[in-house]
């Protein structure tokens, strides 16, 4: 069973498909704790856990930084990006187009990279 559908078990992590940042602070459980294994557990846990957090940070702070990128969808909704399939990765339904969007530059750095050249 892969991650995603170990952590969307309702009986253990009530409303799994609503954002609660809260849900992680308040009212956790001993089953909440046993059950939340991102990167797996004992001899085969993922030996790369220190640096996909470290890049998570990274890539979280470059892309909502004060005049980062402007994110647009694009023929894309939630059913596009949500698992439905659990092979050894999770996958979206069969006939989804995948996930499209437009990324633009913000006035404050179109205007610095106008600076430079």
């Known amino acids: 069973m892969s991650a995603y559908f170990q952590h969307s078990d309702a009986r253990i992590f009530p409303q799994p498909t609503e954002f609660i940042p809260e849900r992680g602070l308040e009212d956790v459980t001993e089953?909440?704790?046993?059950?939340?294994v991102?990167?797996?557990?004992?001899?085969?846990?993922?030996?790369g856990m220190n640096l996909s957090y470290c890049e998570l940070s990274h890539v979280l702070a470059a892309l909502f930084r004060p005049g980062g990128p402007d994110f647009d969808l694009y023929k894309t909704d939630e059913s596009d990006v949500r698992p439905v399939h659990d092979f050894p990765f999770s996958l979206p339904k069969l006939e989804s187009g995948g996930c499209e969007g437009d990324i633009s530059l913000s006035r404050a750095v179109t205007k610095l990279l106008s600076l430079r050249y």
Do not use: A, H, T, W
């Open 38 to 47: 991102p990167f797996s557990r004992g001899s085969r846990y993922c030996l």
């Open 31 to 36: 089953e909440m704790k046993n059950n939340y």
